[in-house]
């Protein structure tokens, strides 16, 4: 038995990381999988980064990461990425300036150089893991799909297992080509109801059949919301609202 824990979306969001690195502790997992998104909208992208590196250097070979389209959006900010993302969504693009700021470089050049996507193979389960989907690091894949649009936006891939996350929504699908899709959710922008954390728990066999399981887990948000108050910037009343 191998067990995974999957994380996603995780936002800058501090006390969300906490908050699910103890249930993982609980879960004692063999690897872990983080699909991308670690800063922009959140309150503290230094200690977010930092440990992910820190989960990185203790897992070693068992730890996978990708880039999600928030990360790259940090690394690549340009004045006109800076201007449209403004006027688009005023809160993430001043958000996206202020990040830009506080974030220390050699964190930014992490995420820079992390991989779009990546292929890995447990127990001959052959996985898949992208931040949107195999063809497009920003491409949706929500739970209201029809099958054959999700089978439409996987074909590319030939795994068996395609894990991504970046709607910050859970869901999962069965499709008639054997492939399974499931989106981890978000840790630290969780868009379900209630807005709590969510990561994914997988179990492979030896067999490679696997098991999952999407974990919800409690903190509090109020106190997150006043993190993101307090750095201030205009329209940060917004992004606060979002939690
Ligand atoms: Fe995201």
């Keep these: 038995m191998i067990k995974i824990a999957v994380i996603s979306d995780i936002h800058a969001n501090k006390l969300a990381l906490e908050a699910v690195l103890e249930d993982i502790n609980k879960f004692n997992p063999d690897k872990i999988f983080c699909l991308g998104d670690l800063i922009l909208a959140g309150y503290n992208p230094n200690y977010v980064v930092s440990k992910i590196i820190e989960l990185k250097e203790k897992f070693k070979s068992n ?3 990708i880039q999600g ?3 790259k959006m940090v690394a690549y900010c340009t004045p006109e990425l800076l201007e449209k993302t403004k006027s688009a969504f005023p809160c993430m693009g001043y958000s996206l300036e202020d990040d830009v700021k506080i974030t220390n470089k050699e964190y930014i050049e992490f ?4 991989p779009e996507k990546k292929s890995v193979e447990i127990n001959g389960l052959k996985l898949e893991l992208v931040h949107g989907s195999p063809r497009n690091q920003s491409e949706n894949i929500y739970p209201d799909l029809k099958n054959d649009e999700v ?6 891939s030939n795994a068996d297992l395609i894990l991504c996350g970046h709607t ?3 869901c999962g699908y069965t499709l008639n080509s054997g492939k399974t899709v499931i989106n981890a959710g978000s840790v630290g922008r969780s868009m379900t109801k209630d807005k709590m954390p969510v990561y ?3 179990t492979v066999d030896d067999k490679g059949q696997f098991y999952s399981e999407h974990r919800i887990i ?3 948000i109020e106190q997150v919301k006043r993190h993101i108050l ?4 205009s329209h940060v009343e917004d992004l606060a609202d979002m939690f």
């Design 63 to 65: 730890f996978e990461i």
């Design 69 to 71: 389209n928030t990360d």
């Design 111 to 114: 995420v820079k150089n992390l």
């Design 151 to 156: 089978e439409d936006m996987v074909k590319e």
């Design 168 to 170: 910050h929504i859970p």
């Design 200 to 202: 994914l728990q997988i």
């Design 218 to 220: 409690k903190y509090d």
């Design 230 to 233: 307090s750095r201030g910037f």
